[in-house]
């Protein structure tokens, strides 16, 4: 019996240790977060994208025109993360490289997510988070409206070109990867189409791409006007701006992506 009340306070201190560290992963939980936006801000993904071989810290300094001491602070954090990682230049003298995850932050990449890291990461964003007890405990109907003057976030956007084009631009980012596995995937969803509409189309990414896997398909990308007012040209796609609550554009089939 006492071998077995000792093995206990055993464990039971052990599970207190691990407690005592695994709390802290909560008290710097948002650092991870913060520090890959400071990445995507200072283009670190990008730079080393442009570079065939490994960077060493002080010509990554150099291109971003920063100190040396400050971002070794930043790269050690994302390395390890696994954001990026160290090769060898010489036998003395490692460098920076991207991994696969560094390279879904690019601005400009195929599969990049950086304007959605870039959106949920925002002041705006992160703000309605700390209304989330109030909502729970029913004194808030919305915690974002309830940090953004009641405004929703549609509203809100329609009020604040910034933000809306954060939206956008996030939008675009699942885009890029929904709409090319579905045709990739399940091609023959588009057979005998001629019109199709994508309700809430952003920028107009999504059937941008449609149509450049089946060009026999017209788009009509349908949006709040806010936002089709700023959307780029795309061929065989018509922008059309109206709300989606009072009638949506006729065509073949309607295309719409659920957040």
């Given at each position: 019996m006492a071998a077995e009340i000792s093995k206990e306070k055993i464990d039971s201190k052990q599970e207190e240790e691990a407690a005592a560290e695994e709390i802290w992963k909560y008290v710097f939980g948002f650092t991870p977060m913060a520090v890959i936006k400071c990445a995507i801000e200072l283009g670190i993904p990008d730079i080393l994208?442009?570079?065939e071989n490994?960077?060493?810290?002080?010509?990554?300094?150099?291109?971003?025109?920063?100190?040396?001491?400050?971002l070794h602070r930043i790269m050690r954090f994302l390395i390890q993360y696994k954001i990026f990682q160290e090769k060898p230049i010489s036998e003395t003298t490692l460098g920076?490289?991207?991994?696969?995850?560094?390279?879904?932050?690019t601005r400009d990449g195929k599969n990049s997510m950086a304007d959605f890291v870039l959106l949920e990461s925002s002041p705006v964003m992160l703000a309605p988070w700390h209304k989330l007890s109030a909502r729970v405990l029913s004194k808030e109907d919305s915690p974002f409206g309830a940090v953004h003057g009641g405004d929703d976030v549609w509203k809100f956007a329609a009020a604040n070109p910034g933000h809306s084009k954060l939206i956008d631009d996030a939008m675009a980012c699942d885009a890029r990867v929904a709409v090319r596995a579905v045709i990739e995937g399940c091609p023959e969803?588009?057979?005998g189409l001629?019109?199709?509409?994508?309700v809430g189309g952003g920028d107009g990414t999504a059937l941008r791409l449609i149509v450049e896997g089946c060009p026999?398909?017209?788009?009509?990308?349908f949006d709040l006007p806010h936002v089709v007012s700023v959307a780029p040209?795309?061929?065989?796609?018509?922008?059309?701006?109206?709300?989606?609550?009072d009638r949506i554009p006729k065509a073949?089939?309607?295309y719409l992506m659920v957040g």
């Amino acid at each position: 019996m006492a071998a077995e009340i000792s093995k206990e306070k055993i464990d039971s201190k052990q599970e207190e240790e691990a407690a005592a560290e695994e709390i802290w992963k909560y008290v710097f939980g948002f650092t991870p977060m913060a520090v890959i936006k400071c990445a995507i801000e200072l283009g670190i993904p990008d730079i080393l994208q442009k570079h065939e071989n490994p960077m060493t810290l002080a010509e990554l300094a150099s291109e971003i025109g920063c100190s040396s001491s400050s971002l070794h602070r930043i790269m050690r954090f994302l390395i390890q993360y696994k954001i990026f990682q160290e090769k060898p230049i010489s036998e003395t003298t490692l460098g920076y490289a991207q991994t696969p995850l560094s390279r879904l932050l690019t601005r400009d990449g195929k599969n990049s997510m950086a304007d959605f890291v870039l959106l949920e990461s925002s002041p705006v964003m992160l703000a309605p988070w700390h209304k989330l007890s109030a909502r729970v405990l029913s004194k808030e109907d919305s915690p974002f409206g309830a940090v953004h003057g009641g405004d929703d976030v549609w509203k809100f956007a329609a009020a604040n070109p910034g933000h809306s084009k954060l939206i956008d631009d996030a939008m675009a980012c699942d885009a890029r990867v929904a709409v090319r596995a579905v045709i990739e995937g399940c091609p023959e969803v588009f057979e005998g189409l001629k019109t199709v509409v994508d309700v809430g189309g952003g920028d107009g990414t999504a059937l941008r791409l449609i149509v450049e896997g089946c060009p026999w398909i017209k788009g009509i990308n349908f949006d709040l006007p806010h936002v089709v007012s700023v959307a780029p040209v795309c061929k065989g796609v018509e922008h059309v701006g109206g709300n989606m609550f009072d009638r949506i554009p006729k065509a073949d089939a309607a295309y719409l992506m659920v957040g």
